[in-house]
């Protein structure tokens, strides 16, 4: 298989995983290797090779022929393994190269934001400085760039992700909360979320209106105490409004909303019960505990129709039994 070597800070991605632009992409096990050859953003049947390496540790050159595997955006890296045995291993391994923007141990939410806009557009990684574990944010965060991850930031305020933020992500953090107005391929995974009892919902919907949020994913994250005990205000963790092609998957929620730990609405930009209801949603594998004056874990609006392609996971508790489902 393929690992990373340790290097410098500017760091591509490879499979998740960050690592420096002087690492060697090589092969584990190399004594039973005959040649690898590489091919480089090439559709599969192509015969275009970027580079054949003959010798341990078969590394992916830094210069081939055609193709520039180190060039900021995604890429495919396929490969053709010989074995001394004359058996061939082939492999395909998906990789974003991006740049890096360095932050500090605490920033303002403002500064963080001009600082995301002065670099030069593409895939681009935030993430604490070298030395730091994390770094703080204060205020309220407004993402309005796509392609940005955010790494292992604690966050005072929320974020939003606003329509320019498509392909964004929110990896590894903490925060009061998000919201995802109109952006697109947009992924919370690994996060902690706490409303303190100051914060209602997480929402997600179109805006401006029926600019809808499609293919967004929420994984792996906890979210508690969503809730605001004036007797009057609607909550839950998250409100989803008028948006498509989403998944909330393993997460847990705790403590959170007086409709439910997740409610399902037509409300958003455009607010219309004929037409701005979500649809094509997955629900699965979640751990809901206690909610925190609700009586369900999942809450639907009644004008959501049961060709909305919604999902639910069958142990969660919910109001319309019609989206019970695998996905």
């Known amino acids: 298989m393929y690992v990373p070597s340790r290097?410098?800070?500017?760091?591509?991605?490879?499979?998740g995983s960050w690592i420096a632009t002087a690492a060697a992409i090589t092969l584990a096990n190399d004594k039973r290797v005959r040649s690898v050859t590489f091919l480089v953003d090439q559709d599969p049947g192509a015969a275009e090779v970027f580079a054949v390496d003959r010798k341990a540790p078969f590394m992916l050159p830094r210069r081939g022929r055609g193709a520039t595997p180190y060039a900021i955006g995604p890429h495919t890296l396929r490969t053709d393994v010989e074995l001394r045995?004359?058996?061939?291993?082939?492999?395909k391994v998906a990789y974003t190269v991006a740049r890096i923007l360095l932050v500090p141990a605490t920033v303002d939410a403002e500064s963080l934001e001009r600082s995301i806009a002065a670099v030069p557009q593409g895939e681009l990684l935030v993430r604490p400085a070298d030395g730091e574990t994390s770094f703080t944010v204060t205020g309220e965060m407004h993402l309005d760039r796509e392609l940005v991850t955010i790494e292992r930031a604690h966050m005072s305020g929320g974020i939003e992700f606003e329509p320019g933020a498509s392909g964004s992500r929110l990896v590894g953090s903490s925060a009061l909360g998000f919201n995802i107005f109109g952006a697109d391929n947009v992924v919370v995974s690994g996060n902690s979320f706490d409303g303190r009892g100051v914060d209602s919902q997480n929402i997600i919907w179109?805006?401006?209106?029926?600019?809808?949020?499609d293919g967004w994913r929420v994984v792996g994250n906890t979210f508690q105490n969503f809730y605001i005990d004036d007797g009057d205000?609607?909550?839950?963790?998250l409100f989803?409004?008028?948006s498509t092609r989403?998944?909330?998957?393993?997460n847990t929620f705790t403590n959170n909303g007086n409709t439910a730990h997740i409610f399902f609405s037509w409300w958003g930009g455009t607010a219309d019960p004929r037409t701005s209801y979500p649809r094509d949603i997955c629900v699965r594998g979640n751990t809901f505990n206690q909610t925190h004056d609700a009586t369900s874990d999942?809450?639907?609006r009644d004008e959501i129709p049961a060709t909305a392609h919604i999902a639910i996971q069958r142990?969660?508790?919910?109001?319309?039994?019609?989206?019970?489902?695998?996905?």
């Not at 045995?85 to 492999?91: A, F, V």
Request: charged share 20%; hydrophobic share 25%.
């Open 298 to 300: 999942v809450n639907f």
């Open 240 to 242: 989803i409004g008028y």
């Open 315 to 327: 142990d969660a508790s919910n109001t319309n039994e019609t989206f019970y489902g695998s996905c």
């Open 7 to 15: 290097g410098s800070s500017d760091r591509p991605r490879l499979q």
């Open 85 to 91: 045995t004359g058996k061939h291993l082939r492999l």
């Open 206 to 213: 179109d805006q401006p209106a029926g600019n809808t949020p």
């Open 233 to 237: 205000t609607h909550s839950e963790a």
């Open 246 to 250: 989403g998944l909330i998957e393993r």
